[in-house]
């Protein structure tokens, strides 16, 4: 995958498996790729995706007994293949049939298949799945691989190669967006100390903070991100009234001095959005359209808040 992406629903990676060659008597017919339901077409989609996972966007929700998750993308034809992996992924998961034998967490989760109720719908763009267990560490399992998954959508081959991290536990339940094209963390909550270390150990290095301290007096974020070495950078607004050309050049200068992931949030990822789309559109280029469609990813639901964002656009050409 790309700049801006499942287990039994996303990108898992396949067994290799040989292409098959017939040969003649006195020559060798070219290989012929295999067809769809073998493992061999299976993994290719798969590796396909990795390729273009600048183009996927994905919000996942961890939940007390589970995973939501949309993985959506606007080229149809990677929208194709997403729906194409994912409905592969799901018959798999259904009998069981191990996919990344390597990696203790898939393993784990394929031997447990039994215990995983899961549904898979189709969209205009992707699908949109949900898992769900009643066993604590079956949970534990969903959230690690709906992460790991993620992280694909993220890096791409980069990350594909790698043991995905395993949660001990349940994670809290809390919804984090993917940008195939960049490797930030957008959480649509508060995040807690807990989510604040597996962000940490997912390589974010510094949190940008939407949220005035006064709206979470019971966390004080800025102590927390300094106690775990974290950089903290705090551009709070609330409200289109409060949302100035400074908001937007703040958040501007913030994202292009980045040498690391980030981890950006607000209370629901709307105030993100709108933030994020004069940066998507004025310093990386972004078409207007693409801009808004991860800004509504992100979380942003308010058009006061969009039309402030179009606004600075159109007088910062």
Sequence with gaps: MSPFPSRAHTFLSIAGAAFLTACAATSQRPEQPAG??????????????????AKIRRVVTLTSTGVEAVTESD???????????????????????????????????FDNH?????????????????????????????????LGVSEFVRQGFESSDKETPRLTSPAAPRT????????????RSQPDKE?????????????????PPAEHPEFDERAETAELGLSYVSIPYHGDAELTDDVFLTTRKSLRSLQHPALLHCRSGNRVGAAWLPYRVLDTGASW?????????????DPKLEAKAKSYIERNR
């Design 176 to 187: 984090i967006v993917s940008l195939g094209a960049f490797p930030h963390h957008f959480d």
């Design 75 to 109: 080229d149809p034809d990677v929208a194709r293949r997403i729906k194409d992996h994912t409905l592969a992924m799901q018959r798999r998961m259904q009998t069981g049939s191990r996919v990344r034998a390597w990696d203790p967490v898939f393993v784990d989760l």
């Design 36 to 53: 769809p339901r073998t493992l061999t077409y299976d993994k290719s989609v798969f590796q396909s995706l990795l390729a273009d996972h």
């Design 289 to 301: 359209e693409d801009a808004l469609a991860e800004a509504r990813a992100i979380g942003l639901k």
């Design 114 to 146: 039994e215990q995983v109720s899961l549904r898979v719908t189709t969209t205009d763009k992707g699908v949109s799945i949900t898992e769900s267990a009643s066993s604590p560490a079956v949970v534990a399992l969903l959230h690690s691989h709906a």
């Design 195 to 211: 989510a604040l270390l597996a962000s940490q150990a997912a390589g974010v290095a510094t949190v940008i903070d939407f949220r």
